[in-house]
């Protein structure tokens, strides 16, 4: 039976996107941290739990893996982020979804590294794309080649001087909108969450609107526990939770080891907060 202490960390990246370890890596690291409930969620494909599974299933004491994804959609120009919660990843229409997803990246891609080369920075994405290997490119790939090709200290400076919205490399997003991947979400069996909705950087007035459209448009849950976050930042996320009738979730992001995110690490559970795997919906799928 899954209780509220169960420790709980529902959002994480492999090598199948912008991670940095592999799956087998990834629950490895899960295990070795106390996780007991983890989904690997990685942007815009299914690719990377086939061999978490095994992985798990391989180890003396497996976890609770669930099988996710994170949707890249687009609201108001901005890039929303929509995690799918126990998805069937075999469902024919998800999988062609997220490929039409794939394609996307690889459009934009293709158009990050020519922004970039008219900035005078050649081989950006030859350079990104052999770091992602098979995986579909993501910005994490470019910030990662720009930041060891020495146009940046470290990700997030990368970040805010090429890759953000608005500056050289930022292409405008050419997502679906929030109602079709949550819409893709339930016809493969899972829970819409939406995720980090305070690192959309809106102003709080432009959050509220984001939170009450994401649940007019069929979400089930936001997350509310995030690795790094203030406890205002928390206490607000639960409030708009409970005002919009959401269910609530705890995810790390967690990307590649590092001193600030690390899987599992200060997912509190709070009293009185209704969890996104706490719904009958849930307990038919797991
Ligand atoms: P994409 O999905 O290709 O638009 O890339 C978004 C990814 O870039 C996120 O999932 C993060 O992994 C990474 N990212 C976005 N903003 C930042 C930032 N400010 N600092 C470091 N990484 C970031
Ligand atoms: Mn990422
Ligand atoms: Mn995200
Ligand atoms: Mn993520």
Not at 250 to 259: E, K, L, Q, R, T
């Amino acid at each position: 039976m899954i209780t509220d202490t169960l420790l709980a960390d529902l959002h994480s990246h492999t090598t199948a996107s912008d991670g940095q370890l592999t799956p087998s890596q990834l629950i490895a690291r899960a295990i070795e941290k106390g996780v007991e409930m983890f989904a690997i969620t990685d942007h815009d494909t299914v690719d990377g739990l086939p061999e978490a599974h095994m992985a798990n299933q391989a180890h003396e004491t497996p976890l609770t893996l669930i099988n996710g994804c994170e949707i890249s959609t687009r609201w108001n120009s901005f890039d929303i982020h929509i995690v799918g919660l126990n998805i069937d990843i075999t469902h024919a229409g998800l999988l062609d979804f997220l490929a039409h997803q794939r394609q996307l990246r690889e459009v934009r891609a293709q158009e990050i590294g020519e922004r970039l080369a008219k900035a005078g920075i050649e081989g950006a994405y030859a350079g990104a794309k052999a770091i992602a290997g098979d995986a579909a490119l993501s910005r994490g790939h470019y910030a990662r080649w720009l930041a060891d090709n020495g146009h940046a200290s470290d990700m997030p400076s990368v970040f805010k001087k090429y890759l953000a919205r608005g500056k050289t490399g930022y292409v405008p997003n050419n997502w679906g909108d929030m109602a079709t991947a949550i819409e893709q979400i339930h016809q493969a069996g899972g829970l819409a969450v939406l995720a980090h909705p305070s690192g959309y950087k809106l102003s709080a007035k432009w959050l509220k609107r984001l939170v009450r459209e994401y649940a007019e448009a069929g979400g089930d849950a936001m997350e509310v526990i995030l690795g790094q976050q203030t406890l205002d930042d928390r206490n607000n996320l639960i409030a708009l939770s409970k005002l919009n009738n959401l269910l609530a979730s705890v995810g790390s992001d967690f990307h590649f080891p590092s001193n600030w995110i690390e899987l599992g690490k200060n997912l509190y559970q709070p009293q009185g907060v209704e969890w996104v795997w706490q719904s009958q919906h849930w307990t038919e799928r797991t």
